[in-house]
């Protein structure tokens, strides 16, 4: 949909949307969980979050800032994206503040760093 867009000019682009879509396919591994960049990306940028994805973990679940629906299922996917945009943008703006705030709180490199210590011990 896009030419290749630099890094730097994410945030810019992502606050043009009122919804971001990340959505994977059914891959045996995410069982383990996922952590991609783009979604993290997504939630810093306060964003409702479509996310189809079937892994061990679900950020936009656990942070409440968007809807998930199963991977590789385009009724599900355009089912969600229509429950979003039925939603009021005070509602997607709450969502998005919600990523945010579980981001900060959880995917920070101090934070990760911390966590990473720990373990060692």
């Not at 630099?6 to 992502?14: F, H, N, S």
């Not at 229509?82 to 981001?103: H, T, W």
């Amino acid at each position: 949909m896009f030419a290749p867009v630099a890094k730097a000019q994410i945030p810019r682009l992502l606050a043009a949307f009122d919804i971001a879509y990340i959505g994977w396919q059914r891959v045996p591994i995410y069982r383990f969980g996922i952590a991609p960049n783009k979604l993290m990306d997504y939630m810093m940028a306060c964003r409702a979050v479509l996310h189809s994805v079937d892994a061990g973990n679900d950020p936009v679940a656990e942070a409440g800032c968007g809807v998930t629906v199963p991977p590789a299922d385009p009724q599900a996917v355009a089912d969600g994206l229509m429950a979003l945009a039925a939603r009021s943008s005070a509602e997607r703006a709450a969502m998005g503040e919600r990523g945010r705030a579980f981001v900060l709180a959880n995917h920070t490199y101090p934070v990760l760093a911390q966590r990473f210590l720990e373990a060692l011990r």
